[in-house]
């Protein structure tokens, strides 16, 4: 059999690391921008119930 190619190689790492690279970038835009909120959805915030004062 013979040696792969060290192109090969580099073309392999290249293309990993550029996938990983988009994969970054794309987490980061999702961060920064997210997606549409529902505006009839409430926020988690809103659903948790206070906890009353105990009466003294």
Known sequence: MDETPKTAIRGMIFYVLALLVLGVLAGAVY????HPA??????????????ALAPQ
């Open 38 to 51: 529902d505006p009839s959805e409430q926020p988690a915030a809103e659903t948790i119930p206070q906890k």
């Open 31 to 34: 961060t920064i921008y997210g």
